[in-house]
């Protein structure tokens, strides 16, 4: 299985910016970002399908996401955070597009006061 390992989280304040990264032990196919917080339903944030890019459209224009196949390693760059964004953040990854979400991480918290 590979394994998937979240950083990058924390405590900002509205409006500013947090870089999160997910390293993989095996590059995979796919990779994504999800958010979910407390009460709400889990959301797709970002995702990488072999070169495309695609973003939710609540995030669309404030994140980048990016990989560097290298290092097998996801980031996500937050910016113009507000508080509509605090959720535990996710990693997933999978073999194609369709099994984007075959492996998780822990998750790491994103705090916007």
């Known amino acids: 299985d590979v394994q998937l390992v979240e950083s990058g989280g924390g405590s900002v304040q509205a409006g500013g910016s947090l870089r999160l990264s997910c390293v993989a032990s095996?590059?995979?196919?796919?990779m994504k970002w999800f958010r979910q917080a407390p009460g709400k339903e889990r959301e797709g944030v970002a995702g990488?399908?072999?070169?495309?890019?695609w973003y939710g459209s609540s995030v669309r224009g404030r994140f980048t996401i990016s990989k560097d196949n290298a290092k097998n390693t996801l980031y996500l760059e937050m910016n113009s955070l507000n508080p509509v964004d605090a959720a535990m953040y996710y990693c997933?990854?999978?073999?194609?597009?369709?099994?984007?979400?075959?492996?998780w991480g822990q998750g790491t918290q994103v705090t916007v006061s």
């Open positions: 095996e590059y995979t196919y796919c």
């Open positions: 997933a990854a999978g073999p194609t597009g369709d099994k984007c979400d075959t492996y």
């Open positions: 990488i399908v072999g070169g495309r890019t």
